[in-house]
């Protein structure tokens, strides 16, 4: 193989860069990090890029084309990490085109375009609460007051760079003119069951679902567990566990394709065993791939969860602090996936991304599209059982040097 074992060495190694005593999690801007970027750094200029870290700690590494004035084609994924993860999200897709590169490298081709890969630093948001914070800050949507923002041992995402050797002042050098860019692409695994089901080890993305995030907070009574009868309690957390529920039955119920996570809640202080909650807050991530139905998901569960409040009398308040419409992949450039797979012999699969990706920020900014590759274990993804193999590791990269070798942007009088 030229590609696929390797590459799953090199994220098994990744895997090893990880803070906690347990597991993979590597947060933005931490130890972690460092370590995940100087390896891949390492990588980068092996396979003959010049490469480096940009002022938000974001990876990058440039392999120049023969035509220095023609926009670059810009791949790459986030190095970033959930909480307890698996080992390729993410990381395949900062993985596999610089196994391009290298192979480009070692035949001394360059292509026409230049190329460009970027291990975005944070995708996930697990550090600050925000999440893309990389592909924001090159398509122009980052949010400066973020640099404010803490994480949960109140250090701000300004100091969080100061420590790492980046530069919060000069975020906005991140920013990419988008008449630079001939296109975005991402190699990502599909962290669901499809590809796997129909044996196919890669897949071109039609769209990326839609998202909201919204973090409710409950206010009750906090009391005695021991002396306030049940009947005048205004309990936080009994009142949040039927709101919890409530989002679930209606995303099961809603015949569209929508999907409610509440994936955090925690009670004020920690709680305690003998004290009835007085505050309590939660996360909701509800998604679909058509933001109209996410909008009037998003109404119906916090119209369900202000009655429950009512009727408990407790006081609850929502703030919405993450929105992103859907993202559909540009169709000129699924073509030219499309005939990159059929050249291997595969039979080309179509398929929406439930996940979200640092794609979707690049949608409007420049044509993007995604690469899909298989995943096993039924498709489990954001947990230690995500897995994939060298084969379709190969596969997929394959068909990327394929994608960029042919790559022709759009013309402008193309149907
Ligand atoms: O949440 C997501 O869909 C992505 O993994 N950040
Ligand atoms: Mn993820
Ligand atoms: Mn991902």
Not at 83 to 107: E, N, Q, T
Not at 138 to 148: A, R
Not at 361 to 389: D, Q, W, Y
């Amino acid at each position: 193989m030229r590609f696929g074992t390797e590459i799953l060495k090199q994220a098994d190694f990744l895997a090893t860069c990880s803070q906690g005593s347990s597991g993979i999690t590597r947060t933005y801007l931490s130890d972690a990090h460092r370590q995940a970027g100087d390896y891949l750094l390492g990588l980068m200029r092996e396979a003959g890029m010049q490469a480096g870290y940009d002022a938000l700690g974001n990876v990058v590494g440039r392999y120049p084309g023969l035509e220095a004035d023609s926009p670059v084609i810009v791949t790459g994924s986030h190095q970033d990490s959930v909480v307890d993860a698996g080992r390729y999200d993410g990381l395949f897709g900062i993985l596999s085109p610089i196994a391009c590169i290298k192979d480009l490298h070692r035949r001394g081709v360059r292509l026409r375009h230049g190329i460009e890969v970027i291990g975005f630093g944070d995708e996930e948001g697990v550090r600050f609460e925000v999440t893309m914070i990389g592909s924001a800050a090159l398509t122009g949507s980052f949010d400066v007051n973020w640099l404010d923002r803490c994480d949960d041992a109140g250090i701000t995402m300004r100091r969080a760079l100061e420590n790492f050797g980046g530069n919060a002042d000069a975020w906005q050098s991140v920013r990419r003119d988008p008449g630079r860019i001939a296109c975005f692409i991402e190699s990502h695994i599909e962290q669901g069951p499809v590809l796997l089901s129909e044996n196919l080890p890669v897949g071109v993305v039609t769209a990326i679902a839609g998202v909201s995030r919204l973090r409710a907070s409950v206010v009750g009574l906090a009391g005695h567990a021991g002396t306030v009868p049940m009947a005048n309690r205004r309990d936080a957390l009994a009142a949040a566990a039927e709101m919890v529920l409530a989002i679930e039955r209606l995303a099961q119920s809603d015949p569209s394709p929508v999907v409610a996570t509440v994936g955090k809640i925690s009670v004020a202080g920690g709680g305690a065993i003998n004290v009835i909650p007085g505050r309590v807050e939660f996360t909701v991530d509800l998604r679909s791939p058509d933001d109209a139905i996410r909008r009037t998901a998003e109404a119906a569960l916090t119209n369900a969860c202000n009655a429950i409040a009512a009727q408990r009398k407790v006081v609850l308040e929502w703030q919405r602090f993450f929105d992103l419409n859907a993202a559909p992949c540009d169709p000129y450039l699924q073509e030219q996936l499309a005939s990159a797979i059929g050249e291997h012999g595969v039979k080309v699969r179509r398929l929406p991304s439930g996940a979200g990706h640092d794609a979707m920020k690049f949608a409007g900014f420049t044509p993007m599209a995604m690469l899909f590759v298989r995943c096993g274990n039924g498709g489990i993804s954001h947990n230690p059982l995500e897995i994939m193999t060298a084969e379709d590791a190969e596969v997929a990269t394959s068909v990327l040097l394929r994608f960029l070798e042919d790559f022709e942007p759009k013309s402008p009088h193309a149907a």
